[in-house]
């Protein structure tokens, strides 16, 4: 059974920053393209970021490009988000996601993703 984890959601101030990690079991790490998703209070879930498989190519949703940076190592079958800058509009549930496929195609929506983490909360205070 594949699992993502992610960890190192917390609570911080406007202009704080965190990093998110994703830990996963997937046997062939480096097949996958990973993804960042998020969902904030009373909205759908959105695109963050993605990174190609072996790390050399990401793709960042406009709304938190330059702050925020993602990153892998296959070597630790995990991914990171590095979220600098954060402002209150940032606080959400975010997910971790894996893509099957060595291509160095973006995928930005959900439905092209084949394994999704629980999530770990992120909250931005003013």
């Known amino acids: 059974q594949v699992r993502l984890v992610e960890s190192g959601g917390g609570v911080v101030q406007t202009g704080d920053s965190l990093r998110l990690s994703c830990a996963s079991s997937l046997r062939t790490f480096d097949n996958y393209a990973m993804g960042w998703f998020r969902r904030a209070p009373g909205k759908e879930r959105e695109f963050v970021a993605t990174v190609n498989w072996n790390g050399r190519m990401t793709d960042t949703a406009d709304s938190v490009k330059g702050r925020f940076t993602i990153s892998r190592d296959n070597t630790e079958n995990a991914m990171y988000l590095q979220m600098n800058s954060l402002k209150p509009e940032d606080t959400a549930v975010y997910y971790c996601?894996?893509?099957?496929?060595?291509?160095?195609?973006?995928?930005?929506?959900?439905?092209?993703?084949?394994?999704w983490g629980q999530g770990t909360q992120v909250t931005v205070s003013s």
């Open positions: 996601a894996a893509k099957f496929g060595i291509s160095d195609y973006f995928a930005r929506a959900e439905y092209e993703y084949n394994y």
